[in-house]
């Protein structure tokens, strides 16, 4: 029986090896890949030491600091976890695990639009990765749906591959970083539309255009690719019958993240915490592998 399990490849995940390795524990680490959702961002500006780095670059970067300390290392997809007696039963496709303690760390996914269009384009002009699959549309029109940090990032990186590149904004106003902002509202290849909402996702075999709605009634707009940035849900349905979940569906933790299950941790996006940045996945990592580490010290 393990000390711990870790389940989730992340920033948040791997911290909480990294503290886990340096306390000595018996552990591991599973996830079906590792490195998180910045692997997918184009670049990085606000990790500090790093002024400007690209996401893969950083991913790799803190995932070879983990590899370092010999952390044991199992690659695959945890769907079942229950709670017998003292200890936890874990199991993922291949094999079943025990453990004294948990922490989940699993992150979220892509949130969809739920539009006509949306499920029958993807990966047919749309997307909800520009590092991904930008490079697709070099030279063609293309819509960033959102205007928060992910999608301000992925216009600024589109704007360097696309001809044209239309913002979709929900709100008045740019809600994400004024320093991401200012370098879309002078560029000459971004359009940005405030208090637009998308009816439609146009096309026949590819996406051809969007329809959206605004204040002063619908538009179609011509286009070949739509990228979707409008947040994330995080990924709980393993766990969703053994701790509580608050109404947007994120675990709710104490201030050493465990659930009010004796044992079982949470970090990172899973969590509710009110920003989405990394170096707060970092600190809860940290704070649920310490927390761990006490939990089993009193007992």
């Keep these: 029986m393990y000390d711990l399990i870790i389940v989730g490849g992340g920033l948040a995940g791997i911290t909480a090896a990294i503290y886990a390795a340096r306390k000595e524990m018996n552990f591991i680490i599973i996830s079906p890949e590792f490195g998180g959702e910045i692997a997918n961002t184009p670049y990085v500006e606000n990790w500090p030491g790093e002024k400007h780095i690209g996401g893969m670059e950083l991913a790799q970067k803190y995932f070879e600091h983990m590899k370092s300390l010999n952390v044991n290392i199992v690659e695959d997809i945890v769907t079942e976890i229950k709670k017998e007696g003292e200890k936890f039963v874990v199991k993922t496709y291949e094999k079943t695990f025990e453990s004294k303690t948990v922490i989940w760390a699993t992150g979220s996914k892509y949130r969809e639009l739920k539009v006509p269009g949306e499920e029958k384009f993807k990966g047919r002009g749309v997307t909800y990765c520009s590092t991904c699959d930008g490079p697709l549309f070099k030279g063609k029109t293309v819509a960033v749906v959102g205007a928060g940090n992910n999608g301000l990032t992925s216009a600024i990186y589109m704007s360097e591959i696309a001809e044209k590149v239309y913002l979709i904004n929900k709100n008045p106003i740019i809600k994400g970083d004024a320093i991401l902002a200012e370098k879309l509202i002078n560029n ?23 329809t959206i709605i605004t204040p002063e009634g619908e538009k179609n707009i011509n286009l070949q690719g739509v990228i979707v940035n409008v947040g994330y849900t995080p990924i709980t349905e393993p766990i969703k019958n053994l701790v509580h979940l608050d109404p947007s569906g994120y675990v709710s933790v104490d201030a050493k993240k465990m659930t009010h299950v004796p044992g079982f941790f949470a970090a990172g996006d899973v969590v509710n915490n009110p920003y989405k940045q990394l170096v707060i996945s970092a600190s809860d990592g940290c704070t649920a592998a310490l927390g761990a580490y006490d939990y089993l010290s009193s007992r």
Excluded: D, P
């Design 188 to 210: 000459k290849k971004v359009e940005i539309i405030h208090n637009a909402r998308i009816k439609e996702i146009r096309g026949e075999k590819l996406v051809t255009g969007i």
